[in-house]
């Protein structure tokens, strides 16, 4: 699930998709000639993106642009929608475009490159750097669910906190669920059948012919390298240097993915209590034992008794626990977490963990009344930044993931699993198993999604890629990486970062310094080579 190149990156918000589920509305469709071979697809391959000033507030050197592209591949003549863009112009000899995917899925490429950009200016010795809004996100006919503003921090999806391991509850879910998914198609518009990678994958090849490049040249993350990998098998001859940061699995359930991010994050839970337990200043205490046990009470008791936020709101307990999940993705937010949570505890002062939570999935509450589908509202041309959606980023990780699954189990398969599965997930955590368990629904009463990342996405005949796994990633553990390798053939090259943290780019200098070098000079790395941690400063206390 979500990606962090840095630690106000927005794409953070979700690394967790690649532990979540994957899925593609639709059956998987077949790879289609790179330029365009596909009747009707001609007059998409022929654009050209022309350049401007952003809007007002955006960094000045950021230009911005755009691509069309079909809604629906099979039927290009039924309708189109626009994609956002955004660069930074090589400074060096520029050999052409490398272009970001910062995760999520659902992290807006435009407005995290805007944030990040300083980070990738290494890369403009050769290159523009460029990201992109995929279809359904941010800007480019952004997906909907009409949850209400605060999303899983206010009055919504924490409110209702069930015990999954009980049939009847279970079932009282499944039905919010079902219900949620209706309410997502009503706000989405034509978009939302067409969300999946497999089609996010083909956009990627629309914008690769604009931007005038022979060969696709990218740097994935977390989500991002699913897209690297699917656009891969889609369209092998068509891959440059290729880098995929933070490995996400192509071939384990929901349930198995699941299970890796709540054990992911119990594990980074419990390195931050390690450290915590050393500071005086720490919530819960010097004693490290009792500091496990009174996390695991914090939350049964905001989940019994939520506290109230001041905005009309309530803060539970899987509140707190997606909040937390998302700040242990990186060791620089630790003193953050820290003073969180002691906020929270010592002065019931619910701001500092509302700023850390993220869009998580948890159980929404869909809004009632007419709203507009987002999709349509726009008529398939750019959003303005202030109507994209409040809950877009959780709407399009759920889309999008769904999309790219083709598990469809029915409510009874699914209520007797939830049985065994709620002992199971617990085990694994005691404070991120409920939450985790819960995105096993999120899919529930959406249609089946492609087979085509499970089944297709194997044995690709390209260049070199570079896979970069992290020995210490709670989101995309690093077999991840070792399995896709294996999956992916003998292009695949891996390097072991042995660091912590999800992604290893915005963290490790070793590690930013060997994608660059392969990105910008065609530099590979040894298979199997690693990367040591980098040495820390002190972070807190």
């Not at 992916?488 to 915005?506: I, K, M, P, Q, W």
Request: hydrophobic share 35%.
């Amino acid at each position: 699930m979500p990606v962090k190149p840095s630690t106000r990156s927005l794409a953070r918000r979700c690394a967790c998709s690649g532990a979540v589920t994957l899925a593609l509305l639709g059956a998987g469709l077949p790879a289609a000639a790179a330029d365009g071979g596909q009747p009707g697809l001609d007059r998409f391959y022929r654009q050209k993106v022309t350049w401007s000033a952003c809007e007002a507030g955006a960094p000045k050197d950021l230009q911005c642009g755009k691509v069309t592209v079909p809604v629906d591949y099979a039927r290009p003549g039924a309708g189109t929608l626009d994609l956002a863009l955004a660069r930074y112009r090589a400074t060096g000899h520029r050999q052409g475009s490398v272009v970001l995917n910062f995760g999520g899925p659902g992290a807006p490429g435009v407005s995290e490159l805007a944030l990040s950009g300083k980070q990738f200016m290494d890369l403009t010795d050769g290159y523009d750097v460029v990201s992109f809004d995929q279809r359904g996100v941010g800007r480019s006919s952004p997906v909907s669910c009409g949850v209400d503003a605060g999303g899983s921090q206010e009055g919504g999806s924490g409110d209702a906190v069930v015990d999954l391991g009980d049939a009847r509850a279970a079932r009282k879910a499944l039905a919010e669920w079902k219900r949620v998914s209706a309410e997502c198609a009503r706000h989405s518009g034509p978009v939302l059948p067409h969300i999946g990678t497999v089609d996010a994958a083909r956009d990627l090849d629309v914008i690769r012919q604009a931007l005038g490049d022979r060969g696709l040249n990218y740097l994935g993350f977390s989500y991002g390298t699913r897209l690297g990998a699917v656009y891969a098998a889609e369209f092998p001859g068509k891959v440059g240097r290729m880098a995929l940061d933070g490995v996400d699995t192509l071939t384990e359930s929901s349930q198995q993915q699941g299970l890796v991010a709540a054990q992911g994050q119990q594990t980074a839970l419990d390195d931050f209590l390690d450290w915590c337990v050393r500071d005086i200043a720490c919530p819960f205490g010097q004693d490290r034992r009792r500091a496990g046990d009174q996390v695991v009470q914090l939350v049964r008791s905001l989940d019994e008794n939520p506290v109230p936020t001041g905005l009309g709101g309530r803060l539970t307990g899987q509140q707190l626990v997606g909040a937390v999940g998302q700040a242990l993705y990186s060791k620089a937010m630790w003193p953050s977490l820290e003073r969180a949570v002691a906020s929270l505890v010592q002065d019931g002062d619910t701001r500092p963990v509302q700023s850390l939570a993220s869009g998580g999935i948890a159980l929404p509450v869909a809004r009632g009344g007419p709203g507009r589908a987002a999709g349509q509202a726009s008529g398939g041309g750019l959003t303005d930044n202030g109507a994209v959606p409040l809950d877009n980023l959780p709407a399009a990780m759920m889309a999008i993931n769904c999309a790219d699954d083709p598990d469809r189990p029915d409510a009874e398969r699914l209520v007797r699993d939830l049985g065994r599965l709620s002992a199971e997930y617990t085990q694994v955590s005691p404070v991120f198993g409920r939450y985790r368990l819960n995105e096993l629904l999120m899919c529930y009463g959406r249609p089946r999604g492609t087979d085509f990342v499970r089944e297709r996405v194997k044995d690709v005949d390209t260049a070199k890629m570079l896979l970069v796994g992290t020995r210490g990633d709670p989101a995309t553990p690093y077999r991840w990486t070792v399995e896709t390798a294996r999956r992916l053939g003998s292009s695949a090259v891996v390097l072991d970062n042995r660091g912590e943290g999800h992604t290893g780019y915005g963290s490790s200098r070793c590690v930013h310094r060997k994608v660059d070098d392969f990105l910008l000079y065609g530099s590979l790395p040894a298979d199997g080579s690693s990367c040591p941690p980098d040495r820390e400063p002190d972070t807190g206390g």
